[in-house]
């Protein structure tokens, strides 16, 4: 049986999560196709339509929805972030003490 390489294929994962959402597929999609053409073969939109408009990344770096895929991508989709989540986020972190960066500044 041929591997995904002889095949004209690539064999690529896509990952989205976040706002409730946590989907991962690996699937092997032809050469030549786009980060986008990948996640819509995956049944991601279908499952998650909100998240058409979502920004693609591969490995953390997001890239035009046209790039194409190439084999190991791991194609991220990326869940918008709600303000009151960032709002929330930033009402847990340690508070910092600013006298203490002016003295270590002196």
Not at 66 to 73: A, I
Request: contains cysteine; aromatic residues 6%; glycine residues 8%.
């Amino acid at each position: 049986m041929p591997t995904p390489a002889q095949s004209g294929r690539c064999q690529v994962e896509i990952v989205a999560h976040g706002g409730g959402i946590s989907f991962r597929k690996s699937l092997p999609v032809p050469r030549q196709q786009t980060l986008a053409w990948a996640v819509n073969a995956s049944g991601l939109w279908a499952l998650y339509p909100q998240l058409k408009d979502a920004k693609l990344g591969v490995w953390g770096k997001v890239l035009p929805s046209s790039t194409l895929v190439q084999e190991g991508d791991r194609i991220e989709v990326y869940t918008p972030v709600h303000p009151d989540a960032v709002k929330k986020h930033r009402a847990n972190l340690p508070k910092r003490d600013k006298s203490a960066k002016v003295a270590a500044d002196e």
